[in-house]
Every structure is written in C-alpha cells, then in structure tokens.
C-alpha cells in the first residue's frame, strides 16, 4: 500500500510541478551550488541558472513573473561584478566600451528551435556537432575536440537562417551571444571597424562559452579581390582574430562562430577554410511539415479575424518550395486585405475564410529559392577560379 501511495504522490508531483517550476528548481540548484565557488566556474554555474530563471520567466504565470524578475536581476549584478573583476585583471575598460559591450552581448534571445519549422538536420547538426561541445568544455577537451568552431549557413533568402543561429544560442545552456550586423562594425572612420572587430572577439573570450554571429558576413568577410582598403583591412582583421583565438587554443572555454550569408562567392576564401569557417550548412525552404509548423503558429495568434478552424493541410499542399518568410508573407496579404476591409467597414472585423487563403496561394509560384539557385549556377559557371565544391553540390542536386 505505502509502495502505490509512493507512486500516486510521485505522479502528482509531476504533474504539479509545470514546466516554468522545474526552470525554477533547476535555476535555483545551479545558483546555490555557485555559492563559495570562484571565477570561471561560478560564472559557469551563475550562467545556467540565469538561462533556467528566463526559460521559467517564459513560461510562468504572472503573478510570478515579477518575483523571477527580481531573481534575474540579481543574477546578472553578481555576473557583471565577476565580469568586471575579470576585466580589471587584463585591460581596463571605458564607459564607451561598457556600452558597446552591452549592445553586442545579447543575454539571452526570443526564438529557440522550437519555433522554427523543418530544417531537422540542421537543429541536428547544430545541437550534436556544435553546442554540445559548448556546454561540455573540459569533457569535449579531454576528447580533443578544438574550442573554437566556424560554421557558415548559407542559402536563399528568408529560409530562417539568422533564426536558426540566434535559436542555437536559446538551445546551449552556457553560451552567451554576441551578434553583429555588418552596420555595427562598417565605419566611416578609418581604423574604427578594425578596433571594433577586436572588441567583438575579446568579448567572445570574456563571455566563452560564447556564440558570435556575424550575421550577412559577406559584407565584412568580402572577397579582397573585388573589397574596397577599407574592407580588405577588416577582413585581416577577422582572420587574424580567429587565428588569435585559435593559437590560445589551451586558456579559454569553447568559442563557435557562425556566419550567416545568402551570398556565398562574395565571401573570402580564406574564411572557409580549416580552423575558420569550415563547417557548411545549407538552409533550404523548409517541407511540408514545417510549412505546417510556420503557418499554424501565424493562424493560431490571428484566430479572432478568421472565419472557421483553417483547413492547415490543404495551405501546406499549395505552399510546396517556399521558404519560411514566402509562407509568412503570403498569409500576411490576406490579412492585409482583411484589414482595409474592416477598416473600410468602420472597424467591424471583417473575418477571413479559407478559400481567400487559397486564392493567394494560387496567385503565384514562390520565387526565392529557384531564383537564388539559379544565380548561384550562373556565377558558379562564370568563376572558374572559385571551387566550392560544397555549394555546387546543393544547387547541382
Ligand atoms: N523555418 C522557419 N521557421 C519559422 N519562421 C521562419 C522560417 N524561415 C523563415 N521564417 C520567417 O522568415 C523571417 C526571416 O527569417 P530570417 O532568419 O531572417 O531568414 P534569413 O536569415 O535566412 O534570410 C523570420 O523572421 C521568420 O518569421
Ligand atoms: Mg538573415
């Protein structure tokens, strides 16, 4: 009897305990053991529990959300402080430097792969080849994995790509993110852009494990044949930034670099290569079940304005080939057209059917992913020089 009685209080538990209380737990268990420890793995431990209490923050009610709050705060003050600390040892730092730092280091980010339709292999790929060494330092060490990896995901337009390395950082329990965009690092000021792109690695090495996304990184990695000075000079600084972080191979946690482009034979050729980024991941439109993914979760944030329950499968027969944003933009112009109606109409909502979904989706073929392989073929044709043999295999299949 008192064994089912076990078992019966054993499932209640379960059931009681919702997701945002195990976050909960699991980020106060890392934050009590962080007491009396020192340095890299305080800030280790402080880091997982910060990433508990957002993902709780998330999925909390709230009345609650205000009490995590205060906990996620207080989490990141004793974080800065050790920051801080560790700072103060190599190099001193200016106010304007604080405030560069806390534009690029992103905490945390709104997106994690759940949220992203298809593209399996690459969430796989990702999860098993790159962030799990991330969050394992001193193990993927011992197994001699190298701490600093490159990846290069490359495609048409629109395919989630910038998503997808922003999910990656969500998906590693430890690794902070620091994302740029070509406009953060481009300046009109000679010699700017390449104290900049040092500032972005020696912040990589202080938050490692960390994720540095250039995203669009063919317009700082850009191919010194056609660059401008200017340009030629930030590209060797980013080589020899990587080449810095790799000949310290010994004293720093795991750094990943991900470059994201839809202009792969723009890029230098000295960034693909071993050490830099040398994986190549492909990020095409998305099948049929991550057109379904996509488009439920538009519908489901719109259903006040819609007519019925939307017959999803029959939008993700007339949606083959297209990538996440065509989907997106497709049901976007229905509901624009929803809208003027209703505006029209004095602000009376105006409810949409499924059959006005249909005729758009019938209107027109998805343009982005032929159009872009068939740029790709052409200038592969005419670049004799450029051997990507990676690049030709995915537009040749
Ligand atoms: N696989 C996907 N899952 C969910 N949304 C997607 C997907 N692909 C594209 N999108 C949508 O398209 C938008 C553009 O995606 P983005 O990551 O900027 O594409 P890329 O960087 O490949 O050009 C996203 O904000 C998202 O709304
Ligand atoms: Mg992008």
């Not at 430890?174 to 700017?192: C, E, H, M, N």
């Not at 900049?196 to 540095?212: G, H, M, T």
Request: with cysteine; proline share 4%.
């Amino acid at each position: 009897m008192s064994g089912l009685l076990r078992i019966l209080f054993f499932i209640s538990t379960c059931l009681i305990l919702t997701s945002y209380q195990k976050f909960m737990s699991k980020g106060q268990g890392y934050f009590n053991n962080a007491k009396g420890k020192e340095g890299d793995e305080k800030k280790t431990l402080l880091k997982r529990s910060l990433k508990c209490y957002k993902k709780a923050l998330d999925h909390s009610p709230q009345e609650t959300k205000s009490f995590i709050r205060t906990r996620i705060k207080s989490i990141k003050s004793r974080l800065s402080a050790l920051n801080q600390k560790g700072m103060k040892n190599s190099q001193s730092t200016s106010d304007e430097d604080k405030d560069i730092d806390e534009f690029l280091l992103k905490e945390s980010t709104d997106v994690s792969f759940e949220d992203i339709g298809g593209l399996q292999d690459a969430k796989d790929y990702l999860r098993n080849k790159l962030i799990m060494p991330l969050d394992n330092p001193s193990l993927a060490r011992k197994f001699g994995k190298t701490p600093v990896n490159g990846l290069l995901a490359y495609g048409p337009p629109g395919t989630g790509k910038t998503m997808l390395a922003r999910a990656a950082a969500t998906e590693s329990e430890q690794a902070s993110l620091i994302q740029i965009t070509p406009s953060d690092i481009l300046s009109k000021y000679l010699g700017d852009s390449e104290s900049k792109v040092r500032k972005v690695f020696n912040l990589a090495i202080e938050n490692a494990p960390s994720i540095v996304l250039f995203d669009e990184i063919e317009s700082l990695a850009t191919d010194r044949n056609i660059a401008s000075a200017n340009k030629r000079s930030i590209v060797n600084q980013i080589l020899t930034e990587i080449s810095n972080l790799n000949s310290e191979n010994e004293s720093h946690n795991p750094v990943l670099i991900i470059g994201t482009t839809n202009a792969p034979l723009l890029l230098d050729s000295a960034i693909l290569r071993p050490g830099r980024l040398e994986s190549k991941l492909y990020i095409g439109a998305p099948g049929p079940r991550g057109r379904k993914v996509i488009m439920e979760r538009v519908l489901e944030q719109r259903k006040d304005v819609l007519k019925e329950k939307i017959d999803i499968q029959r939008l993700v027969e007339l949606t083959e080939g297209y990538t996440g944003a065509e989907c997106i933009e497709r049901l976007n112009t229905v509901f624009e057209m929803g809208f003027r109606r209703s505006i029209e109409d004095d602000g009376e909502i105006k409810k949409i059917g499924v059959e006005e979904f249909i005729k758009v989706f019938k209107k027109g073929d998805p343009t982005a992913v032929e159009t872009w392989k068939s740029e790709m073929q052409a200038k592969l044709n005419n670049n004799s020089i450029k051997d990507y043999a990676w690049l030709r295999e995915v537009i040749e299949a």
